[in-house]
């Protein structure tokens, strides 16, 4: 018997759904538009996080080692670049090595800098990382203080220019994001509201006849749900199918800036989270939206 | 079957619709509250069904303290009568069978018995071939029928019907009392508010009167009794 109801709170759902073709159709288009939007924005929030990620862990400190310094010294260096709090890797490139990559940017017109190789200019130096790429001040200043250090680099300025940008992206992101699914659950609370109340004489009806709340209440709940669900349904294809189109377009071009940094996200894994994502999202909005609108029509 | 003590229903904005209120009404009695519009004849009626609760005073129903009992409850009690508008109050997007049906499916019962209910009670009140209508598409008598049929499609023991040939031409007035009639032989309790002169002066029963929340005559096989 209560299978039997369940499927009765189903199919009136679903008549419901049908029945108030228009106000269906408002509902659903409200939360079609909203997903839409936190679709699109949740997945460009994704890749400038993964991008920004990529940035951080990216950013190097350069210690230019004294010129005077012999092999021993620049050894116990190294030894204590990495006994700094806060350094993950430390990587040597010596001067050689520094040579041999300037040459490289220069292609043919090294042979013009021939003699630099007999009197080489440049200075050996250690690459160090940290742990916390927004700890790199401190990192620095504890890797400058050492002994046979010439210069530290970090490019203070352009670094904390751009962690301030991301974050700034992030928070506005996440705002925007909230609001507009705030905006989505005020919508569907409204329709799914108009909804009940072209059909309050049918509740009315049914307290008259002696239905208890909860059979009442359980259309609507799952009318909500079809609602929202329905309403992510375009979000989650335009997601799932947009985003493959979107990488395949994007991630070429951005191969050929030869960068660790611009890596998009891989659309298998992205997508599907997105989408599962927007599901929830859309059930909920739903749910919420004709739970509370509910309310005040069921005092007896 | 309702016995009322000293029953009073105050509205918040100070009106009084019932005052101090004394009444038994026996099993399977059939019952007419006459009265002017307004002295309290659809609060006296919307009280037994619990629409609203009293505010002084005891209102039982088969010995059920009707005012005491828990929102939550109500559905159980609202199980055991019928009730029957003016309007009618169907659903205009259903069937005849559906709109009858409806009072069924609420209680959660099978649809086999569903069925059979639903059309022995369409039979009853002559309206067997007419199960697939919708209600614009009846008479007001005929959809008058079908609300009847939906009050008692349940078997309920006390029956509320408040001005039900309110919207009815004499004529087919006459026929839905034939239907309460049958009902009633049939062992049901009828309590019925009404404006209907003719109605009351030829089917005798017993007659209320309310005026100003009171009950100013209480007369078996009693007659209307007011002028127009």
Redesign the interface.
């Known amino acids: ?1 209560i299978f ?2 369940g499927l ?1 709170h189903l199919r009136e759902g679903f008549k419901g759904t049908l ?1 108030n073709g228009w106000m269906s159709f408002a509902a659903i288009s409200a939360v079609t538009i909203t997903l839409l939007l936190v679709g699109v924005f949740a997945l460009v929030m994704f890749n400038i996080n993964e991008i920004s990620d990529n940035v951080e862990n990216d950013v190097e400190i350069q210690v230019f080692i004294t010129r005077t310094a012999d092999e021993n010294s620049v050894e116990k260096l190294g030894e204590n670049i990495e006994q700094v709090p806060g350094v993950s890797t430390v990587t040597f490139s010596s001067k050689e090595d520094e040579l041999a990559k300037f040459q490289d940017q220069l292609g043919d017109d090294a042979a013009a800098y021939g003699t630099v190789e007999k009197d080489n200019p440049l200075h050996a130096r250690y690459i160090v990382k940290a742990q916390d790429p927004t700890e790199l001040e401190e990192v620095a200043k504890s890797v400058g203080s050492l002994d046979n250090v010439d210069d530290v680099k970090y490019g203070k300025d352009y670094i904390d220019k751009m962690f301030a940008f991301f974050n700034g992206i992030r928070i506005g992101g996440l705002a925007l994001i909230v609001g507009l699914t705030l905006m989505a659950m005020f919508l569907i609370s409204n329709t799914i509201k108009m909804t009940i109340f072209s059909r309050r ?2 509740i ?10 909860s ?1 009442i209440r359980w259309p609507f709940f799952i009318e909500g749900l079809l609602l929202g669900m329905l309403g992510a349904l375009v979000p989650i294809l335009v997601i799932y199918f947009g985003y493959d189109v979107a990488y395949s377009a994007l991630q070429p071009s951005l191969d050929q800036l030869n960068s660790d940094i611009f890596k998009l996200i891989d659309p298998s894994t992205l997508t599907v989270q997105v989408s599962l994502v927007l599901l929830a999202l859309g059930a909920f909005i739903g749910i919420w939206g004709s739970t509370t609108s509910l309310g005040r029509f069921l005092k ?1 | 079957m309702i016995s009322m003590q000293k029953v009073s229903k105050v509205y918040p904005n100070g009106v009084v619709a019932v005052d101090d209120l004394d009444l038994e009404i026996r099993d399977g009695e059939f019952l007419y509250v006459v009265g002017p519009s307004g002295a309290g004849k659809s609060t006296f009626m919307k009280m037994i069904y619990r629409e609203e609760k009293p505010t002084a005073g005891q209102l039982l129903i088969d010995g059920l303290d009707v005012g005491k009992i828990k929102d939550r409850h109500v559905p159980k009690l609202r199980r055991q009568l019928g009730v029957i508008f003016q309007d009618f109050k169907l659903l205009p997007t259903l069937t005849v069978y559906e709109n009858v049906a409806f009072a069924l499916e609420v209680v959660g019962a099978d649809t086999s018995s569903i069925r059979k209910q639903v059309m022995d009670v369409l039979n009853l009140v002559g309206l067997k071939n007419k199960a697939r209508n919708y209600p614009d598409e009846l008479s007001g008598g005929e959809q008058q029928r079908v609300s009847i049929a939906r009050a008692i499609v349940n078997k309920p023991k006390l029956i509320i019907a408040d001005e039900p040939t309110g919207n009815l031409d004499p004529e087919t007035a006459w026929g839905i009392m034939e239907v309460f009639e049958e009902i009633h032989r049939r062992g049901a309790t009828i309590v019925m508010a009404t404006h209907n002169r003719d109605i009351v002066d030829k089917i005798r029963h017993r007659v209320i009167a309310i005026e100003n929340g009171k009950v100013v005559r209480d007369e078996e096989k009693g007659a209307y009794g007011y002028d127009i």
């Open positions: 018997m039997k109801t009765r029945r004489r049918e009315e009806i049914m307290r008259l006849v002696g239905a208890k709340n059979f007896i």
